[in-house]
């Protein structure tokens, strides 16, 4: 038998799963890559379309992208501020949350559900009824009364940045990065989750 005659060896089943997954990572043109492309398609509108409802600027009016610790009027204004390391964390963790519970799920589920998460985040804690719970005195520099538009996406994008950021890491090293970052955030302008927490529980 010839060489051009010869059949070409079977693909093992760990080379046939990675291929797989190579396309798998790609939205698709029918299934769910194209459900997760809509589905992120209707939260980002639905969010933008929230904040618009609530009279919310679309950007600050200081000619800054940043907002610095001793800036603290700034912040949920800017595009970035020191609570854009909030984000990154959220985003992080649940990434690795989702890939351990559900490790079938390709990528574009993971981040349809980062940015599905994102949003509702963002959404609930731009409501009055939200900001109230929070607690701040009228002379608190640390006072918030809700995000620009620019600032509510640029937070999802840090949320999304935090996943893809944490996917490749594991689980241990991610909770040890979060842990750190709540420390720094919370030495560097007293705020952070567990302070927020502690706020709206009015503890």
């Not at 291929?19 to 492309?37: F, K």
């Not at 907002?67 to 603290?72: E, L």
């Not at 009364?145 to 509510?152: A, L, P």
Request: proline share 6%; charged share 15%; with cysteine.
């Amino acid at each position: 038998m010839t060489e051009e005659n010869r059949s070409a060896p079977p693909l093992s089943p760990e080379r046939s799963a990675s291929l797989t997954l190579d396309a798998s990572e790609l939205p698709q043109s029918r299934g769910w890559g194209r459900q997760a492309v809509a589905l992120i398609a209707l939260a980002l509108l639905g969010k933008l379309t929230m904040l618009a409802i609530l009279g919310r600027p679309i950007n600050c009016d200081c000619s800054q992208l940043w907002a610095m610790p001793d800036q603290a009027g700034l912040n949920s204004q800017t595009v970035l501020d020191p609570y854009s390391v909030l984000h990154l964390v959220f985003g992080a963790v649940l990434a690795k949350l989702v890939w351990w519970k559900r490790p079938d799920w390709p990528l574009w589920k993971i981040v349809a559900a980062v940015i599905v998460s994102s949003t509702v985040w963002e959404v609930i804690e731009n409501l009055p009824v939200a900001i109230e719970l929070f607690g701040y005195s009228d002379d608190d520099p640390l006072a918030y009364d809700g995000d620009s538009i620019v600032n509510s996406f640029s937070d999802t994008t840090a949320t999304v940045l935090g996943a893809a950021l944490a996917l490749p890491l594991t689980g241990w090293l991610v909770a040890a990065l979060a842990v750190g970052s709540e420390l720094l955030l919370s030495l560097w302008v007293g705020d952070g989750f567990l302070i927020m927490l502690w706020r709206a529980l009015g503890l």
